[in-house]
DNA sequence: GACAAGTTATTGCATCTGCAACTATAGTGG
DNA sequence: CCACTATAGTTGCAGATGCAATAACTTGTC
């Protein structure tokens, strides 16, 4: 219980979680913008699609529903839909109709799709090795992933 | 030195590092958004705007040239234009000619500007409150924004 | 079984953003 | 003073995304 006013009523620009907050929008802005255009220039790979092919590789059935990839990537639906649409035009994934649900649409990655996924996951491991590993420990980077983890909880 | 594969050659999908990145974009895209959907509720203000100010309001003069705005909210010069265009059409910023370059400008809170960013910061405190505060502990938040700083470290 | 309500994906439309080309101005070396 | 190069900002254009409306299907209730 707090007795003298915070600072943060004095002056809530400079507020730390303020100051926080605006740190992770820049960090996330600035990484995945070099990333992307690192991504593009190497493997011609947007980055929502890269991230469309991981959220897909890392489902045991390699498959997710529309819905599901929207959540995953947090997309709106619609956009979800046109964003397959490329992915499926450049045959890196496939639609499949679901069985047991016939509004369900099944997202599978292609064979043409995983080709991709291992050119894009060689170059991310380069850039992490340069951007992540030479700036944080491994001790850290555990610590970050504990943070983030926190900070991610939906509640 | 290692002297093992790591893991990371076996499946790169579930590296360490390549979980942190993407835990990082996974955080930012949702705390944003549903930051961004409050904001827009409550003080029908954009997030971008909502940077732009803060960005503003946090220099010692209040202003910034336009290229200072690009970089300081990660856009394209282009970008940054219109959406200044937009900030200066609902009269939050003025732009102004600077007298020792004629090619600047120099983008400055208005003092509306400024009523809305008081407006919009106790917003985004009472969002804090309940998304920051709640989840992390003020030394996490402190740690956290010690390893954000070393990652968005530019070199 | 039939209707109401909920769920899933798609589409029209509007908006936002980046890229590349362009204009205007500043700095630099002769 | 004159090129030449670099920098600041704007604009045309194309692409990507969200929202709301819609169509197709499922589920629950009577």
Not at 96 to 119: E, F
Not at 139 to 147: H, I, K, N, S, Y
Request: with cysteine; hydrophobic share 40%; glycine share 4%.
């Amino acid at each position: 219980m707090e007795t003298v006013i915070p600072l943060s009523t004095v002056c809530p620009s400079s507020d730390e979680r303020v100051t926080l907050f605006a740190l992770l929008l820049d960090t996330n802005a600035r990484l995945s913008r070099s990333f992307a255009v690192r991504l593009e220039e190497t493997c011609a790979l947007p980055l929502a699609w890269f991230e469309v092919l991981l959220q897909l590789r890392r489902t045991p059935e390699g498959s997710l529903k529309m819905n599901e990839v929207a959540e995953a990537i947090v997309h709106s639906t619609g956009g979800t839909t046109r964003l397959i649409d490329r992915l499926e035009e450049a045959g890196l994934v496939q639609r499949q109709l679901c069985p047991s649900d016939r509004r369900a649409i099944h997202v599978a990655i292609t064979a043409q799709g995983n080709l991709k996924l291992d050119d894009a996951l060689s170059v991310h491991m380069g850039y992490l090795e340069e951007h992540l590993s030479s700036r944080l420990t491994c001790d850290e980077r555990a610590e970050l992933t504990v943070l983030l983890t926190k900070l991610n909880a939906t509640r």
